[in-house]
């Protein structure tokens, strides 16, 4: 899928999302409002098809810089010069919204011909320019003991851990309110974008997870499941799971019974938050987990912004079913708890071994089965089925996993059972199941690499060609026809950002091979002085598998910027602060010096402007550079309105093809 067809699919979450107020008095909309309308603000953290959240929540806003990509599709009416601003109000807009207070602007930047080329705007919101206070952060840190801090208050430039405020400045969660306005200062034309609503919740249900090393969340609870041997299908299965930290309506509990995941309704208005929850498990869910000894059951939590809990401490249950065979055995995890270590295996295949089960006979045809669980929160299922094979000697009882499968569910769980087909004919026998969780720390997904950066810093003086070249590292797993996808957010201060993404394919023969994006410079340059943030995504369509690398942030310069000297003015008079324009000054010469690094096609643009007070802009056509001298010439009717006026005189150049 193209970067083009992924925002369109957001584009269409965005179209249901966006908000319109038209109960409101004032709100009507009419037709023609309709046909003015502003393409609706596409939040890529909110907007993602299959993964759609009403708001932001704490992996998105615990850095306070990190930005939050935002993008909207051009207009078809729009001019090169227009001003462009992103509003962030906790204050419900009207419908459409109309200009408001200067501090509700988070970002601003002008239209140019890059970006009207390009087809949409680009914008980056960060938990900073939202003024959203570090205290909703370290709400959650303050629960964790004192060793845990260091990591955290790192990110957020903290030396210790201050005291929490005797007022909370924010109820949590609460709404703020994006959108943004297109301003033509030619027509004096300004359109306002409908505004996105977005519930702001960093309470990760559960609270944050001590020991994220490991593949549970220590603060939840096991579940309690009760009877925890199950002898007869007919038998009624409870579970009671303790209240959590945090705990509010919206919260979504799953069970993971033995690998399969059931769904519970959402927590709403009129339960008892702060209770225990009590469920009763369907039978047809324990008939899919199958029938084992020490088979593993878990929960785990979203909210509504999917702040996700990881997975609980699971609690062991025994499944009967006298006629099931002898479960499978996994090399490594033969013993109780069944964990199963891939840093120990270091690279080499999971061995599995089917044991001599009841009523084995020679030439008995066995499959066997992997079902892997991720340990991501959308816990997709990596099933791996090995052909049927006849079984002569014991070397036929040994099955191998390729160790990219296991890889991809580390910190997961996995399921192993068999069938056997009897030599002799008759129905396949079901084995009883081995349930496994997997371990291991040296697998997650590295952050990209921009090639050209020294440490940190990518230095756009130092570069040699007119692309650099951003490196995914190997990662484990790797499989040819992985779709990994780069996401390229840039940010200067409250100007303008920059949100792109494009996409490579893995290919054939390409599993031990670095992929290398080669971005252009254009999406490069107008991010001096600002921060590139970069992130990678790998999507395994064989397993219907997506994985999120953590992000890297740069800080581009440019330590060759080229610096332009002022214009001078024959026509003025006096000197520094002293000097000024005759008003009766028939026409006011302003020449470029020939010390500008100016290029054959650059096209040069002077520009008036007030201190104080707002004098119609003089209509200076812009000129095309071609070779010195080069002067503009200003009339007396453009000067009058500057009369008794302390203003600037300044030229703007935009890079010809020169």
Known sequence: ???????????????????????????????????????????????????????????????????????????????????????WTLTKPPTPPQEGPEEDRIQFYELDEATVERGWLSFAATRELMKIPDDLVLELVRKLEPEHHPRFLQALKLERLPEPPAVREFPEPFFGYFYYSIYDPESDDLRFSNYREVLIDLQVPGGLDPRPETPINEFLSAPFIDPSKIESPETEVMVTVEAWEFMQTGDELTLV???????????????????????????????????????????????????YSRPSPPAYVTVEDPNALEAPEVEGAENPPYRLDLDALDGADVVIFLPVYDGYVRGDTVTMHWIGLTADADAMPVPYDWPARIINNTRDMLFELPFALAALVVNGSANVFYESQPAAGGAARPSKRRSISIVGKSFELLPPVLQEAVGDIIDLAELTEEVVHVRIPLYSGQREADEVTLFWTGQVGDGEGMTWSTELIVPPGGEETELVFDVSLPFLEPLVTGTLTLSYSVFTPEFDLRRLSSEVVYNVVDSGEVHYPAPTCAQLEGTGDDAFLPSDTAIAVFDIPNTAPLRDGDLVTLHFAAASGTPPAPDIPTQEFKAFPFQFSVANEDILPFEEVDMSVTYSVERGKG
């Open 1 to 87: 899928m193209s970067a083009e067809e992924k925002f369109l699919d957001q584009l269409k979450i965005a179209e249901k999302n966006v908000s319109f107020d038209t109960d409101s008095p004032g709100n009507e909309r009419s037709g023609n409002q309709l046909e003015n309308d502003l393409n609706p603000l596409v939040i890529s953290d909110m907007d993602s098809p299959g993964n759609e959240r009403k708001g932001l929540g704490w992996n998105e806003l615990f850095d306070p810089t990190r930005p939050v990509p935002m993008s909207a599709r051009l207009p078809e009416v729009v001019r090169k010069g227009d001003h462009i601003s992103l509003f």
């Open 257 to 307: 019974w033995n690998g399969v995941r059931s769904k519970r309704d959402p927590l709403k208005e009129g339960d008892a938050i702060g209770d225990p929850v009590v469920f009763r498990v369907p039978a047809d869910i324990i008939e899919s987990g199958g029938s084992g000894d020490n088979l593993l059951v878990y929960y785990e939590i979203r909210d509504e912004v999917r702040n």
